[in-house]
């Protein structure tokens, strides 16, 4: 009798683990629209793939799915959210998905900040990693920003380096910022609790994996920050008025299964023309 409880259990766990793992490869493609209370009625709008925390180690969909998805997609700009990989070993794995982004003729270009799995990586190791993003047109933020224009409209990308890890510098990353809109991309979301002063129209990150293995809840991300514990662990919030955007990723970490969450691709479509009395170098 209790060989076959034990069976039963062993067959249970197996079945419910092959459709955690079947779960990593159900790509979910979310299309968002920000028309934020800054917004001017009609303005202009930029169309922002993001991607976040492709953990090359586990992911599960290849450079040529990727590009299925997204080759029919009106795509102004892409932004990268960090942790892209841990290992120097997958570094080459990232090459080709950095050539189907190249082949998805952003009109504005790729930006990229890193995560807290970039900086397992050491020394010569991570300047690779940096310097692969670079060699194939991905701008890499580091607490800076950068104005370009866009449709006749200002835009300030801002890229703000990882929370988490402690290397978020935000005086720096709003230095010299200029009039316009403020995109903001970072890796771990906590950062807004810490931004009332620094104004964003839209902020883009991931970090949280929509908790990965969610049963019902991500408790296990209790230690990752203040949002986790407010279970606000994916999709789209706001905070102290500005609305900010947490990716489910694409890959994972740990054991590569997904229970309650979908890896994920985001379009955002983000007004561009903000109101005046929105002084971008007021922090």
Excluded: W
């Excluded at 009609?42 to 586990?58: G, R, V, Y």
């Amino acid at each position: 009798m209790k060989l076959i409880i034990l069976t039963a259990i062993i067959v249970v766990l197996f079945y419910l683990f092959k459709k955690a793992y079947k779960n990593t490869h159900d790509v979910v493609l979310n299309k968002i629209k920000i028309d934020s209370v800054q917004s001017i009625k009609n303005a202009p709008t930029l169309k922002i793939l993001q991607l976040s925390d492709l953990h090359l180690e586990n992911i599960s969909i290849t450079p040529d799915q990727l590009y299925e998805k997204l080759k029919n997609e009106p795509i102004d700009l892409i932004a990268l959210t960090g942790d892209f990989l841990d290992r120097k070993r997958s570094i080459p794995k990232l090459v080709p998905y950095l050539k189907v982004l190249n082949k998805l003729n952003a009109q504005y270009g790729i930006y990229a900040v890193l995560g807290n799995h970039d900086y397992v990586l050491r020394n010569n190791n991570l300047q690779l990693l940096i310097e692969t993003l670079e060699q194939h047109n991905c701008k890499v933020m580091n607490n800076e920003n950068e104005t370009i224009i866009v449709k006749g409209k200002l835009l300030n990308i801002i890229g703000i380096d990882d929370f988490s890890t402690k290397r978020s510098d935000l005086p720096a990353s709003y230095k010299n910022i200029k009039f316009g809109t403020n995109l903001v991309l970072t890796h771990d979301p906590n950062i807004v609790l810490h931004m009332k002063k620094y104004h964003f129209d839209y902020l883009l990150s991931g970090h949280f994996h929509g908790g990965q293995i969610c049963y019902p809840k991500a408790y296990h991300l209790v230690k990752m920050g203040k949002l986790a514990r407010m279970n606000i662990v994916k999709g789209l919030h706001v905070q102290d008025g500005k609305p900010y955007y947490i990716n489910e990723g694409l890959g994972q970490t740990g054991v590569n299964i997904r229970v309650g969450s979908r890896p994920e691709i985001t379009l955002h479509e983000l007004s561009l023309a903000a109101i005046e009395k929105y002084e971008a170098n007021a922090i």
